[in-house]
Every structure is written in C-alpha cells, then in structure tokens.
C-alpha cells in the first residue's frame, strides 16, 4: 500500500539500464535487489526469470550475443566442450 507503481518501477529500472548500457563498457557489474534484476532480465531478454529467482547471494549473468540478441546466461568464446574437458 502506498508503494511504488509497477510502471514507475519499471522506468526507473529502464533509465538506470540505459545509463549502464550507454557507458560504452563492454561488461558491468550490478549488486541489485532481487526485484531490479529480474525486470532487467525481463526488459533485455524478454523473459521473466521464474519467481524464485535469483535465489539469496546468486549471480545472474546476461550476455549479448555478436547478433545483439540479449541471452540469460555466460557467452564465452571457448570451443564447446572446453570446460568438461578441463574438469
């Protein structure tokens, strides 16, 4: 009662990922509530992350692919199979 509205929510999200996405980094770091994170991930991906996610402590990670698809999860250029060979 008496809180934010979601649409004011979500625009503030919104301005303060275009600042982090305009700064011309090419990774960020965020340490964000729970809620921020997931309307992130929903604004980029265009997906909602299930809702226990994230979970206390985790670390959600997006990547944009070369295409400029934004994806839920680490995109590295290692050959596939790489990481369970090295286990």
């Known amino acids: 009662p008496g809180g934010e509205l979601r649409a004011e929510f979500r625009a503030r999200v919104a ?4 600042r982090v996405t305009s700064a ?4 960020a770091a965020c340490v964000l509530h729970k809620g921020v994170i997931r309307e992130i991930v929903r604004a ?3 997906s909602a992350l299930d ?5 206390l402590g985790e670390i959600v990670e997006v990547s944009r692919t070369p295409q400029g698809e934004w994806v839920l999860g680490s995109r590295g250029s290692n ?3 790489l990481e369970e060979e090295a286990a």
């Open 15 to 18: 301005l303060g990922l275009a």
């Open 24 to 27: 011309g980094a090419r990774t």
């Open 44 to 46: 980029l991906t265009g």
């Open 51 to 55: 809702r226990s996610k994230p979970a």
């Open 79 to 81: 050959p596939a199979g």
